[in-house]
Nanobody, 117 residues
Framework: QVQLVESGGGLVQPGGSLGLSCAAS????????MGWYRQAPGKKRELVAT???????NYADSVKGRFTISRDNAKSTMYLQMDSLKPEDTAVYYC???????????WGQGTQVTVSS
């Protein structure tokens, strides 16, 4: 019933850009905090960026100044604009929805981002 679907991943050269989308269904999107996480081969899943129900954002130090998280509650969609991509950004990127009151979490299936070296 609850579904988060990431899209927009692909292969890009260093210095290039990609835009990711996360389309949500089965939840009242506007009451969920949203976030992007990523997991590279052999590494733990790490937080990339979050955005609250009120639109406040937070970024990992490694992506500050390069990535921009946003959300459109009318479209139940979250976005991640990635600029100046580096090989170290190569990972599977996951969409997360978190309900602060109930502590519920939902995850998407992930989308692969590969930055060539």
């Amino acid at each position: 019933q609850v579904q988060l679907v990431e899209s927009g991943g692909g292969l890009v050269q260093p210095g290039g850009s990609l835009g990711l989308s996360c389309a949500a269904s089965g939840i009242i999107f506007g009451i969920y905090a949203m976030g992007w996480y990523r997991q590279a081969p052999g590494k733990k899943r790490e937080l990339v960026a979050t955005i609250t129900t009120g639109g406040s954002t937070n970024y990992a130090d490694s992506v500050k100044g390069r990535f921009t998280i946003s959300r459109d509650n009318a479209k139940s969609t979250m976005y991640l604009q990635m600029d100046s991509l580096k090989p170290e950004d190569t990972a599977v990127y996951y969409c997360n929805a978190h309900h602060p009151a109930s502590l519920s979490d939902f995850w998407g299936q992930g989308t692969q981002v590969t930055v060539s070296s």
